[in-house]
């Protein structure tokens, strides 16, 4: 086992497993930590990672349950265990606290430090002098700048020195390896200071390589934990096949056409707003949702969603059509599990194979309404949000096809894309 990571929101966590398969690493994302029984369907393993959501809950409930999952991951014995951020690095004091969960890791994993590495250029994020910046629409932002971030619903980015923000969540001392001076002197050198954390500048494809060569030299002598986007990953498999663990990647099949599919969004995204409003022009049926209503009456929509089914389209229920105003409230993990009691009714009423969730929360919570397992990576679609298929057994759900789309991720003919 080289690799094991926990998943603060299901769509990062897919971001993950992609990068490890595309690498050709085995790897399989569990739903909750995984039985004997779970495992013994992948016998191969060289990562696994489990979903979780605690990108939308508080510092209380990470204490009560991070820590027992922590103990399965460390069971592995794994070079490194990963707690998987977005690369927007959203999180705040009171929900989706980082910090804590830094705090939780040092206790369950004792490490020598833990590495911080948040860039992930592949995706548009950047940090530069520990400061982050996100692309949206190929114009690259200070994340306190940004668009969308720095006006997120729950957990706004108002500060871009991550050493600053992070700051606002733990008294941790956390150091910063910044772009002048990457290399093993100068980590060594930082290290002498005993800090809890050491932020990597990553910036670029060179930048995220040597991070990778320098963690991975530091937790083959003793286990690391890390705080880290997928940046963290795509460094890591660099350090790997430099190394000999793991082959050349693999040629990997395109995703199979289908006339079909289902979308789930629960996204303010302006991205994925445009991505609708296309999708409508591509002859997708919309379905407007409202929150409250839903979240009283989740099956309320089912009849008409599979109506709309039968007729051959594919239908879009979604929440929102872009950023929600200063009035109204958000619903997150609510919403989510609404949506996800009306996926669970709409796929064992209906033929639907491929279902396309927006949202981080969104999806993190309504997938946690269905029986499935695990997820494995299927087929590339757009950075970020791959193609994953379900493992259910005994169940109809397995099989099935699931996207997991963060709200900044994707063309704007990214529904239409899905199809295959």
Not at 59 to 69: T, V
Not at 208 to 236: K, N, Y
Not at 248 to 270: E, R
């Amino acid at each position: 086992m080289l690799y094991t990571f926990y998943g603060d929101d299901f769509t990062g966590s897919t971001d993950v497993l992609e990068t490890l398969a595309r690498a050709g690493v085995p790897t399989a994302l569990f739903l909750a930590p995984p039985a004997p029984e779970d495992l013994a369907y992948f016998p191969d393993l060289q990562a696994l990672g489990i979903a979780g959501d605690s990108r939308s809950r508080s510092p209380e409930w990470m204490s009560a349950n991070l820590p027992g999952i922590f103990a399965t991951l460390r069971s592995f014995a794994a070079p490194i265990t990963h707690y998987k951020t977005c690369s927007t690095f959203d999180s705040a004091p009171h929900i989706g606290s980082i910090g804590r969960a830094i705090e939780l890791g040092i206790e369950a994993f004792s490490p020598r430090f833990v590495p911080i590495v948040v860039g992930a250029p592949h995706l548009g994020r950047f940090v530069a002098f520990g400061n982050l910046f996100a692309a949206a629409d190929g114009v690259v932002h200070r994340i306190d700048r940004h668009p969308t971030m720095s006006r997120h619903p729950v957990t706004p980015m108002l500060e871009a020195d991550l050493r600053r923000h992070l700051a606002l969540q733990t008294p941790l001392p956390i150091a910063l390896l910044d772009l002048r001076h990457l290399n093993p002197a100068a980590l060594d050198s930082l290290l002498s200071e005993n800090p809890a954390a050491v932020l990597f500048d990553t910036f670029d494809q060179a930048s995220l390589a040597v991070a990778g060569r320098l963690i991975w030299d530091h937790a083959r002598q003793s286990p690391l934990f890390a705080a880290a986007s997928s940046g963290l990953t795509e460094s890591l498999v660099s350090a790997w096949r430099s190394g000999g663990l793991i082959p050349d990647p693999p040629a990997l099949p395109p995703a199979t056409p289908l006339d079909q599919i289902l979308v789930l969004s629960g996204s303010c995204s302006p991205i994925t707003k445009r991505q609708i409003e296309r999708a409508l022009t591509d002859g997708f049926h919309g379905i407007q949702l409202d929150p409250a209503a839903l979240i009283a009456n989740p099956i309320a929509p089912l009849a008409e969603t599979l109506a709309c089914i039968r007729q051959g389209r594919s239908p879009i229920l979604y929440t929102a059509l872009g950023p929600l105003d200063s009035a109204s409230v958000p619903h997150a993990a609510e919403l989510g599990v609404a949506l996800g009691m009306l996926l669970r009714g709409i796929l064992e009423q209906s033929p639907i194979r491929r279902t396309l969730l927006c949202g981080g929360d969104t999806s993190s919570h309504a997938l946690q309404q269905l029986p499935l397992r695990a997820l494995t990576y299927a087929a590339p679609l757009a950075p970020g949000a791959p193609l994953c298929r379900a493992h259910a057994p005994c169940t109809v759900f397995d099989g099935a096809e699931f996207i997991l789309k963060g709200g900044q991720i994707g063309p704007t003919t990214f529904f239409r894309d899905a199809l295959g």
